[in-house]
């Protein structure tokens, strides 16, 4: 065997551990990048919220890192960057479509979050979730979840400064490893935070923001609508604004 066969093997072993390694954590879907004129045929396999939404939407090119998901979970590893982790059970990264058109981003992990690794599983991530299919007509798959802290703070309360300032730049990866068309932020603190402002969510709901060039549409947080269930109206018309943002249709518009 020549040195040029087995460097061709090495790179083949490398290339089928990589994919190994995917297909263990759930990856279904690899991003490719065209070397030539022709797209790449669609398959089975891709993301559904392609095919809910108009071609016109789905199809505009989405720059997007070349750091993915998979490398910004491991470079975050067993996180001790701040006291957050000394109460926590589990690291709740985010979940979804690797190559979301949307992107929620909430506060931080509650106690069924933290007990399951999962974002938004508790009631109040029901109600996200209700949003999401009910409203959206789309799946938890369609879309990508995460929250600014990876850690559940104690009692639930809002995460303070330094806490935000140590899981910060995990958050700004996340999304430009996704590329979204849009991103919800749910509450003051990813307002705040994404949009760098003092303005509360109060005052900025419903009002297009831009992040780094993306729109960005900020909105009550779930938790609160479980507390003012009244407010769940202005949300519906925040989450209407969205569709019409990504082209897709709204029910009872036309």
Avoid at 172 to 196: H, W
């Amino acid at each position: 065997m020549n040195e040029l066969q087995r460097e061709f093997l090495d790179i083949v072993s490398q290339v089928t551990a990589h994919l190994e390694y995917q297909k263990a954590l759930g990856v279904t879907v690899l991003e490719t990048v065209s070397t030539g004129s022709a797209p790449a045929a669609r398959t089975e396999e891709q993301p559904m919220v392609a095919e809910k939404m108009p071609e016109t939407a789905a199809a505009q090119p989405v720059p997007r890192s070349s750091q993915g998901l998979i490398a910004i979970r491991e470079e975050l590893g067993e996180c001790r960057r701040c006291a957050l982790h000394e109460g926590r059970k589990t690291i709740v990264f985010g979940e979804g479509n690797p190559h979301a058109a949307l992107v929620f981003v909430g506060e931080g992990p509650g106690y069924e979050e933290d007990q399951q690794g999962r974002p938004f599983v508790g009631e109040a991530g029901q109600l996200l979730t209700d949003i999401i299919v009910k409203g959206m007509n789309l799946s938890r798959e369609d879309v990508y979840i995460c929250n600014v802290v990876k850690c559940r703070p104690p009692e639930n309360r809002n995460p303070e400064l330094d806490e935000i300032e140590a899981c910060g730049p995990f958050l700004r990866k996340q999304i430009r490893a996704i590329g979204p068309r849009v991103i919800v932020t749910l509450g003051n603190v990813p307002t705040k935070m994404l949009l760098n402002t003092k303005e509360g969510i109060t005052r900025l709901r419903g009002h297009w923001q831009t992040y780094e060039g993306i729109p960005v549409m900020p909105t009550f947080h779930p938790a609160y609508l479980l507390r003012s269930p009244g407010e769940k109206k202005k949300v519906w018309e925040d989450i209407q604004k969205v569709m019409v943002k990504l082209g897709m249709v709204v029910p009872g518009k036309r």
